[in-house]
């Protein structure tokens, strides 16, 4: 099984400042199959980034994903704030297709 | 745009059996995709069940052991999932989520919290 581990557990900033979220894989996962989540309380997830750069339909710019081999990074250039949310990782090599253990943006 | 629905009792017994559906509307699950199944107990992470192909092929988490079926009806447009000798530990919110060609779930349901207790 690949382990997904997500660093920081929780990021404070403030509006405006650039969030880098990072997620390192157990061993070495293709690029194509690693994507990004965003949470809200309540909420399901939403996709955000997919093949590690991809953004989805509908999401911001300020949004980026980066990486290979076993690190990857999600970028937030400028935080707005709908942005405070908890962030996870997820690979999709093989089976199971496991989730990092998320990273809390919260308001500095 | 599609849209997925989870259903179910909300509220099983220890070590009863735990059945969900998810309708899928605004698209068909025969369609090239997965299917899939996660779970988020309160408060924390969410965990990866598993995932049906509408050929019935499916994958599932093996942390679950064997307790796991998923199903798929094609006539009906859903898919199903069951998990046996259920205990607290399987208290949760449970999403069913369509699986885009890279492996990101793209289309999510709104969730179901199915919690176990007697």
């Known amino acids: 099984e690949i382990v997904l581990t997500q660093s920081p557990g929780t990021l404070s900033l403030s509006p405006g400042e650039r969030a880098t979220l990072s997620c390192r894989a157990s061993?070495?996962?293709?690029?194509?199959?690693l994507a990004w989540y965003q949470q809200k309380p309540g909420q399901a997830p939403r996709l955000l980034i997919y093949?590690?750069?991809s953004r989805a339909t509908g999401i911001p710019d300020r949004f980026s994903g980066s990486g290979s081999g076993t690190d990857f990074t999600l970028t937030i250039s400028r935080l707005e704030p709908e942005d405070f949310a908890v962030y996870y990782c997820?690979?999709?090599?093989?089976?199971?297709?496991?989730f990092g253990q998320g990273t809390k943006v919260e308001i500095k | 745009q599609v849209q997925l629905q989870e259903s179910g009792p909300g509220l099983v017994k220890p070590s009863g059996t735990l059945s969900l559906t998810c309708a899928v509307s605004?698209?068909?699950?025969?369609?090239?995709?997965?299917w899939s199944w996660v779970r988020q107990p309160p408060g924390k992470g969410l965990e990866w069940i598993g995932e049906?192909?509408?050929?019935?092929?499916?994958n599932h988490n093996p942390s679950l052991k064997s307790r796991v079926t998923i199903s798929a009806d094609k006539s009906r447009n859903q898919f199903s999932l069951k998990l046996t000798s259920v205990t607290a530990a399987d208290t949760a919110v449970y999403y069913c989520?369509?699986?885009?060609?890279?492996?990101?779930?793209?289309?999510w349901g709104q969730g179901t919290l199915v919690t176990v207790s007697s």
């Open positions: 093949g590690s750069s």
């Open positions: 989520a369509r699986v885009n060609d890279y492996g990101g779930n793209d289309y």
């Open positions: 049906i192909y509408h050929s019935g092929s499916t």
């Open positions: 997820q690979h999709y090599v093989s089976s199971p297709a496991t």
């Open positions: 061993q070495s996962i293709s690029s194509r199959y």
């Open positions: 605004g698209g068909s699950i025969s369609s090239s995709n997965w």
